[in-house]
């Protein structure tokens, strides 16, 4: 393809000491443009092709592996490819080579960045809360310079796992709802968001793609994905419904938190029909509780979409799933900056 690539690319999810790969099972990779032409330029350098915003869908990138697309604004898209160290290295090469800059090879000196800083640490901690997405990241952030200052020097595997975590109040987290059709995820999305981004109706199947949008839960930012309802039974093996399905799968699979949603009729999808990994978060949400006084008792939480009943409790058990508490309050040091590990004592 002619033309010289205009956008920047940076791996989100963390990756191990050789720097081989993802250390998850899926990671996720963030393209970004200054503008909207140049974004639809390195997408289609990408094999991504067309994505309008909020849309969602699986893309051959590069033409080395699978991966679902979803497009948020109009000057950023993210990929979710397998995590593998041979797929990432591929993936980082391709890229390097097709003239994407990589934006997240900071060099380890710091001094130059934030001259105002204190030190090391506080240039780090400064270049964080720059890019960070979340509200609750500002609190934890501002306390982490003196938490390094003064912690016993540890190795990046003990404060990784840690990372993982508090790493998504800097990059958005993806959370995908998935459930039935009809069962209210359209309504449930635009009463969170306050505004109208799903459309919705009584008909089963109104939603027939898959939308994107960012969205503030209890102080933690995340990429919110609502999907077409899956379909059982004879409706099951329509082509179109079958090609929905798998992508729904995908796109579960790459999320970091499922919230199975369900009403009064439908129940909830168990985890094989909706192929989940081993171990993924799952939160159960029990939608439309103002058409039934029967909920499930499996339910998590219990919700309204019309009368706003149970939404901030739904927004408070995201955030405490992705982000526990006892995280954001343990003072301990958090690896939000690998170039951390690099100051001389």
């Known amino acids: ?46 094999g991504v092709g067309s994505l309008n915003v909020g849309q969602v869908g699986l893309r051959r990138a ?28 591929r993936l980082r090469a391709a890229m390097l080579a097709a003239g994407f800059v990589e934006a997240n090879q900071a060099t380890t000196d710091t001094s130059d960045e934030y001259p105002e800083a204190k ?29 390094w200052r003064s912690s016993t020097p540890s190795s990046g ?43 919705t109706a009584d008909e089963p199947g109104t939603t027939r793609d898959h939308v994107g949008v960012l969205l503030e839960l209890a102080g933690l930012v995340v990429r919110w994905i609502d999907m077409p309802g899956v379909r059982t039974g004879a409706d099951a093996a329509d082509p179109i419904e079958l090609e ?39 939160i159960r949400c029990a939608t439309r509780a103002d058409l039934s006084e029967s909920t499930s008792s499996d339910a998590d939480v219990i919700t309204s979409a019309t009368t706003g009943a149970g939404l901030t409790e739904l927004a408070l058990a995201i955030r405490r799933v992705l982000v526990p508490d006892e995280q954001l309050e343990i003072n301990e040091p ?9 100051n001389p004592r």
């Open 1 to 46: 393809m002619s033309g010289r690539v205009r956008a920047t690319f940076a791996i989100e999810t963390p990756w191990t000491g050789d720097g081989a790969g993802s250390s998850s099972a899926i990671a996720v990779v963030r393209i970004s443009a200054s503008t909207r032409d140049e974004l639809e330029s390195a997408m289609a350098h990408a």
């Open 62 to 89: 590069f033409d080395i592996d699978d991966a679902v697309a979803a497009r948020f604004d109009e000057c950023c898209v993210y990929l979710t490819p397998h995590g593998g160290p041979l797929i990432m290295q």
């Open 119 to 147: 030190d090391h640490y506080e240039a780090c901690m400064l270049g964080a809360l720059a890019r960070a997405a979340s509200p609750l990241a500002v609190d934890a952030l501002l306390r982490q310079p003196e938490i």
């Open 157 to 199: 595997e003990r404060l990784r796992p840690r990372a993982r975590v508090m790493n998504r109040l800097l990059s958005p987290p993806m959370v995908v709802a998935v459930g039935a059709a009809n069962v209210g995820k359209s309504s449930l999305v635009n009463a969170l968001a306050r505004r109208m981004v799903s459309i």
């Open 244 to 282: 929905a399905s798998e992508l729904a799968r995908e796109v579960a699979l790459s999320a970091d938190l499922v919230v199975i949603c369900g009403d009064h009729r439908s129940g909830f999808l168990d985890a094989e029909m909706i192929g989940l990994r081993r171990g993924q978060l799952v």
């Open 334 to 342: 958090w690896l939000f900056d690998e170039r951390l590990l690099d």
